[in-house]
C-alpha cells in the first residue's frame, strides 16, 4: 500500500521557517516528481514546489525565492523548506507524487498525503 506521510506543519511568526518532510512508502518513486500543494480555506488547491529524481525543480512564483524542495532518494522522502513566511502562506500542505511532466496540475497527482497544517501569524 503507497502511503505519504507528512510532517513538520506548525504554527510560526511572520518571518519564521519551517521544514515539511513527506516519507514515502510502499513503491519506488524514482521515477516520480515528487512535491508540494497547499490549499487555504475557502481557496483552490494549489502547486506550491515538484522535484524529480533528476533534479530538475519547480516552483509556484509566490513561493521562488523563499521556498526550496529537496529529496533524499535512499530514504525516499521529500522535503520543503520554508523561510520568510508570510501569513498568506497559511494552509493545509500536501505531499504529492505524479508521472506527469505537468507537475504543477492537481489532476495529475497520482498520490496524495493526508497533509499537515502551517500556520503564520501576524
Known amino acids: 500500500q503507497v502511503q505519504l506521510v507528512e510532517s513538520g506543519g506548525g504554527v510560526v511568526r511572520t518571518g519564521g521557517s519551517l521544514r515539511l518532510s513527506c516519507a514515502a512508502s510502499?513503491?519506488?518513486?524514482?521515477?516520480?516528481?515528487m512535491g508540494w500543494f497547499r490549499q487555504a480555506p475557502g481557496k483552490e488547491r494549489e502547486f506550491v514546489a515538484a522535484?524529480?529524481?533528476?533534479?530538475?525543480?519547480y516552483y509556484a512564483d509566490s513561493v521562488k525565492g523563499r521556498f526550496t524542495i529537496s529529496r533524499d532518494n535512499a530514504k525516499n522522502t521529500v522535503y520543503l523548506q520554508m523561510d520568510s513566511l508570510k501569513p498568506e502562506d497559511t494552509a493545509v500542505y500536501y505531499c504529492?507524487?505524479?508521472?506527469?511532466?505537468?507537475?504543477?496540475?492537481?489532476?495529475?497527482?497520482?498520490?496524495w498525503g493526508q497533509g499537515t497544517q502551517v500556520t503564520v501569524s501576524s
Open positions: 504529492a507524487a505524479t508521472q506527469s511532466i505537468v507537475v504543477r496540475r492537481t489532476s495529475n497527482v497520482e498520490y
Open positions: 510502499g513503491r519506488t518513486f524514482l521515477g516520480y516528481a
Open positions: 522535484r524529480w529524481n533528476s533534479g530538475s525543480t
